[in-house]
């Protein structure tokens, strides 16, 4: 329920899918899917979901990560 709640309040919340455009509306239907198959994961005590949406949530991980060094070393530069 927890992470379920990471995905919802803050991914989820944080989008502004006007200014995102299909990208946002894409993450908004991702986040959406993630955070209700998280609730079943959570009823269901289904590690298989959780794996489900860990395997969904990867590349949006990945892109943060790639972001994450560049964006710190800009700010560094400034």
Not at 20 to 40: F, I, N, P
């Amino acid at each position: 329920s927890r992470a379920a709640r990471i995905v919802d309040e803050g991914l989820k919340a944080s989008l502004d899918v006007r200014a995102g455009g299909k990208l946002g509306e894409d993450l908004l239907a991702l986040y959406g899917y993630v955070a209700m198959r998280l609730t079943q994961a959570n009823l269901n005590n289904d590690a298989a979901t959780l794996d489900e949406c860990q395997a969904l949530l990867e590349p949006v991980r990945s892109a943060w990560a790639a972001i994450g060094p560049a964006t710190a070393g800009a700010a560094e530069a400034q």
